[in-house]
């Protein structure tokens, strides 16, 4: 008697909870590949249950999740966001950096969780910043660097470094790639020689935002930063004063976008992929954050406001 009805119990229970497993199956199975048939709402949903199951329960980050519903109007589909975000969670398990992107193109991620410090391992004598997928802004000697063989960051700062070549190209002298270094300490101005005509901002690295006009510019061979603008430049080629040279140098798309709403602006594909030549806005333009290209288009988001142009 007692055999029967323990077994009675023990069919009851589990017909009880099939249904809620079924659900989580279910739960977890779907999702298009092209996240971008979903509403706004949906993806971040998808996403976050997604983060969600191959954590354990654990929340996504909200600039992480930023980070990927911008990279689905870049075109990743779901399944590059699975990975993406497998690779974090195995990088973040080990103390150790990662290979973004699949791990063929130099790169490596290091992220700090919870404004917590974290060291990466690189093997490389020194890093740059290749690309800040943080909210909060990436800061060299600040809340990142590199030492012995490693990238360290904290503070928040999430990004993908690659290796630094070169003596980094600080004020005055010329870096990697023909790259100066100039930097406003303390708000004050400073000017660094170059002997170009015309100068491009090609990395700010400061909290301040670096805008032409603003808080930099050139003049009779030199930049000229203040404000807390510190940044790396390179000589502007071309007519226009920020081409990059190669292609129609005077060809250049300004695109803004109001209230902090996503704007699409129309681009000529002759022209290839868009290059930011002049930031405009007090909010910094981030690719792959705040502006990016897809689909033969250009995208601003969170403020962003810049001039594009051809490399």
């Known amino acids: 008697m007692n055999r029967r009805l323990t077994v009675a119990c023990l069919t009851a229970v589990l017909a009880l909870a099939a249904p809620a497993a079924q659900a989580q199956i279910s739960s977890r199975a779907y999702a298009p590949e092209n996240l971008s048939q979903l509403s706004s709402s949906d993806r971040s949903r998808v996403i976050s249950q997604e983060y969600a199951d191959q954590s354990n329960g654990r929340r996504i980050p909200d600039d992480q999740l930023r980070f990927y519903l911008a990279q689905v109007n870049s075109g990743w589909g779901f399944s590059r966001i699975k990975q993406d975000i497998a690779t974090s969670l195995r990088g973040s398990g080990n103390g150790g950096g990662w290979n973004g992107g699949g791990g063929n193109n130099g790169t490596v ?30 800061v060299e000697g600040r809340n990142w660097g590199s030492r012995n063989g490693t990238v360290w960051v904290s503070g928040g700062c999430r ?54 006009g603003q808080t930099w510019g050139a003049r009779n061979g030199s930049v000229w930063v203040n404000r807390g603008c510190r940044g790396e430049f390179a000589e502007a080629r071309g007519n226009s004063g920020g081409g990059w040279g190669g292609g129609d140098s005077n060809y250049s798309v300004t695109c803004s ?8 602006c129309a681009w000529d594909a002759r022209q290839g992929r868009p290059a930011l030549i002049q930031q405009l806005s007090g909010t910094a333009c981030v690719e792959g954050r705040s502006w990016g290209y897809s689909n033969g288009s250009l995208w601003v988001n969170g403020g962003c406001r810049a001039r594009f142009g051809v490399r």
């Open 159 to 212: 990004a993908e470094f690659v290796e630094g070549r070169g003596n980094g190209g600080w004020g005055g002298g010329n870096g990697s790639g023909g790259t100066i270094r100039c930097e406003s300490q303390d708000n004050r101005e400073r000017t660094c020689n170059t002997g170009w005509r015309n100068a491009t901002l090609v990395r700010q690295i400061s909290g301040s935002a670096c805008v032409e």
């Open 257 to 264: 976008s109001n209230n902090n709403r996503q704007q699409t």
């Open 109 to 138: 991620r290091c992220e700090s969780q919870d404004n917590r410090e974290r060291v990466c391992n690189t093997g490389w004598r020194s890093a740059r910043l290749s690309r800040q997928i943080s909210g909060t802004t990436c």
